[in-house]
């Protein structure tokens, strides 16, 4: 007689489902696949209930570890209390490599699905900050922070350099400040978003925010480099910014056109510059990176006296986003009118102390926008910095949902604590990272969340021993996921985890 048993599953919501599994089976149920102990992963369409092999599908599948690659020690960070250092990753355009990009300089070539390291190269002082395939995967860009900030163009089969760009010829160089581990790596010039076009050109934005003599000074600037590494055109034309610009979007057209989205925030001293929209976004036409429009966002007062940006600018075929670190976020239509105002993550009063979440991630696609709503904080300068939030914000860890006209359609708060959001090759799913949080020890629910992007409900989830880093990345098929891991200091004080990438099916 077959035996059946029944075993619940608790999605990212809370709620319960009974799923049924045959006793015994070593089939495991993955998105599209099924993988026997031990045995390969199989492409299968399956479905809820069906008999595959002796076993009897679950309602939603298993996300597996497949393998994981250890990189440098960074136990010390943890045991400093220092921010979990990142990584950089990029699958190749044929699904079969992944590159790994670390926080200590190192660049290694993986093999997918096996887990082999087939190149491994320590590039000079400095972290990985970005790579990138071109789109032919004849070519890995790999961006670095350091005093050089180097932009690199390496042969795949064998990471010899072809060509390197140094971004600090107008970004400035500086040295990592003596006595300040915690945040001093993050003072050096560097590479924050590489796009790779089809024609071969790459457009890659640096920034260098840095102190001199006890005064704050930024210098960012924008760039079209040729196949050759020659630059082709830049933002502004004639000299590096007084301000940060990180991560561009790019939305392209044919024939080379296109636009590129860049916000533009501010920490130097002294007045902004005039010739700039500080505190909002510029919309910037390819070829020659010529400005379309502009949009400059007011100051959330009393809580905020500056606007600032993460990844949460973002571009769509045509309309733009601007998610905002003080809460608030707009659709922008393609002259840079404002379509849609929202303000999910705007300080509320908890317990007599402002608490709020900033919008530090989304993506944009033709059919619509997915942005992030993240931990709760209080606002710099509203009350003590190392206090804790006395409760959380009702839009703490939350994905949302908009139409391209900025309607909304649907909210999906998740017990993870959530950062970075990455929508699937044919953009049916969600790929969101679940890192470290700050006023909860749990360690069972670190990993990343796949969604689906038509309802928000939680397809599967792929659970890390450790927080992962906000870069979470789909292979071109949609099938495999890479996340990077970082050690972290437990409940009891010791250090758990490890520096790693782990791949998933």
């Known amino acids: 007689m077959i035996q059946y048993r029944y ?82 990753l990029a699958f190749s355009p044929d699904g079969h490599a992944l590159a790994i990009g670390s926080a200590g300089g190192l660049v290694a070539l993986v093999k997918v699905p096996g887990g082999e390291v087939i190149g491994r190269r320590q590039l000079a002082e400095g972290a990985v900050k970005d790579l990138r395939f071109s789109v032919d995967g004849t070519v890995l860009y790999v961006g670095e922070q350091s005093p050089d900030a180097y932009l690199y163009a390496l042969d795949p089969a064998t990471l010899t350099e072809r060509w390197k760009f140094r971004l600090a010829d107008d970004l400035e160089s500086s040295a990592m400040p003596a006595g300040d581990p915690m945040y001093g790596r993050y003072s050096l010039p560097g590479a924050f978003g590489i796009t790779a076009l089809a024609d071969g050109r790459v457009i890659i934005a640096g920034a260098h925010g840095w102190g001199v003599e006890g005064a704050r000074r930024n ?198 604590s959530v950062a970075g959001i990455v929508a699937s090759p044919d953009g049916t799913e969600l790929l969101v990272g679940a890192g470290p949080r700050e006023s909860d020890t749990r360690t069972d629910l670190f990993g990343a969340v796949v969604l689906s992007a038509s309802s928000g409900q939680v397809v599967t989830t792929c659970s890390t021993a450790s927080p992962v880093d906000f870069r979470p990345v789909w292979a071109p098929d949609g099938g495999w996921i890479a996340v990077g891991e970082a050690p972290f200091r437990a409940a009891d004080g010791a250090v758990a985890g490890a520096y790693r990438v782990t791949v998933f099916r």
């Open 219 to 416: 210098r960012s600037r924008l760039w079209v480099l040729a196949a050759d590494g020659s630059v082709l055109a830049a933002f502004p034309k004639d000299h590096a910014a007084d301000a940060i610009f990180m991560y561009p979007s790019v939305a392209q057209a044919d024939a080379g056109a296109g636009d590129v989205l860049l916000g533009i925030s501010r920490s130097a001293a002294g007045p902004d510059p005039g010739d700039l929209p500080v505190g909002g976004v510029v919309d910037l036409a390819l070829p020659d990176l010529t400005p379309r429009w502009t949009r400059a966002f007011e100051p959330l007062l009393p809580y905020f006296k500056t606007v600032f940006f993460w990844e949460a600018v973002t571009r769509g075929p045509r309309f733009a986003f601007a998610g905002l670190g003080d809460g608030r976020a707009f659709v922008l239509d393609d002259e840079g009118q404002i379509r849609a105002t929202l303000q999910p993550g705007v300080p509320i009063v908890a317990g007599g102390v402002p608490v709020g979440v900033g919008v530090g991630f989304a993506t944009a696609r033709a059919e619509g926008i997915w942005y992030l709503t993240t931990s709760t904080n209080i606002p710099w300068g509203s009350a003590d910095p190392s206090a804790r939030p006395p409760e959380a914000h009702p839009a703490e860890n939350t994905v949302h949902a908009l139409g391209p006209d900025g309607s909304p359609r649907w909210d999906r708060a998740l017990r993870q």
């Open 7 to 88: 075993i619940v599953v608790m999605t990212a919501l809370g709620c319960t489902e009974r799923v049924e599994k045959h006793v015994g089976s070593t089939v495991h149920f993955l998105r599209d696949a099924v993988q026997e102990d031990g045995g390969p992963v199989e492409p299968l369409a399956w479905s809820p209930g069906e008999a595959v092999r002796g076993a009897v599908a679950p309602l939603l599948p298993e996300c597996r570890p497949q393998f994981s690659v250890d990189l440098e020690d960074r136990r010390a960070d943890a045991e400093q209390g220092l921010p979990p250092a990142g990584m950089a």
